[in-house]
């Protein structure tokens, strides 16, 4: 009963959208930031209308935001960019895929990410994404499902976790002889990757203290590393200062001892808890994301040439 409201209202939503929606937009030019912060609301002015859980991720329309990213690898930093796109879907537990037709009785709410990152070193591009896909209404649990893949000019990685009963299945496929493909089974644990999801969704639910955690599955294939579990300690801090928001705000803290690798991701205490930066430490070198602009909107619809002004709303180069 719960998922039928919910579709209906989405439903009801989207067809007054339409109806309000310019074929066009406007030009793509500099001046024209005023008409898309009219036209495209932020997640601020979205959560002063939608306050609620409930109603704010189920409107029909995902979160998409854009940050200045600063990636670390070959011992510089590469200038790029990184989206995280929000949004909820219904979810088949049994095969672990978006349920997109037919009824089933046993589909979940799900919150998923969509995280991707672009930059180069160098001549060559990378290009990043992973994928979470988190239960989003209660009873919650950890989350369910990770895929991510990793390209650029030698060839693709592919790794993808599911959460069964008789523990974490896990495959991954590289280009690299050391790692080629593998497929095993590991004793349950808690992803790092599912960290985001869980943050948006309630943040006080996050398991702190010293755990075994999967690290995120782009730092366990660029830095070569096995895909386990690795003693970890989480830390949830509020009131926090940093270099890459310019005001207080809480963060979650994961860090890894024994890989000399630490992770913080900084967002606001206040529902919908949005993502302004992060940064992730190995050693000496140091990646960084600001969040520079931030838009909701029903961006699956949007796939003409005509539409191509929403990435310049987003400050999108790549």
Known sequence: MIRFLLR????CFLA???QDASPGGPAATSSTSNVYEGRLPS????????PA????WYQGRAEVTRYALRQARYGGQHDGEAVLVFVTEDFLPGPQVKQEHGESPD???????NASRRFYTGIYPYTLMTSSFTPALEPRGPTLKLSSTIQEWCGNVYSQINRRDGGLQAVSHSYFQDDADQKTTLPIARLEDGIWAQ??????AIPIGKQELIPALDYIRMRHKALRAYPAEVTRKSDVK???VDHSVAAVEVKYPALGRDLIIYYEPKFPHVIQAWEENVGPQRTTAVRSRAIIDDYWHHNAPSDSWYR???GLTH
């Open 8 to 11: 209906t209202s989405v439903l």
């Open 16 to 18: 007054a959208g339409c």
């Open 43 to 50: 997640p601020e002015s979205f959560a002063e209308q939608y």
């Open 53 to 56: 859980f409930d109603s704010y």
């Open 107 to 113: 589909a979940i709410s799900v919150l998923k990410l």
């Open 199 to 204: 943050i948006r969704i309630d943040p006080s």
């Open 242 to 244: 940093t270099d890459l």
């Open 312 to 314: 310049d709303a987003l």
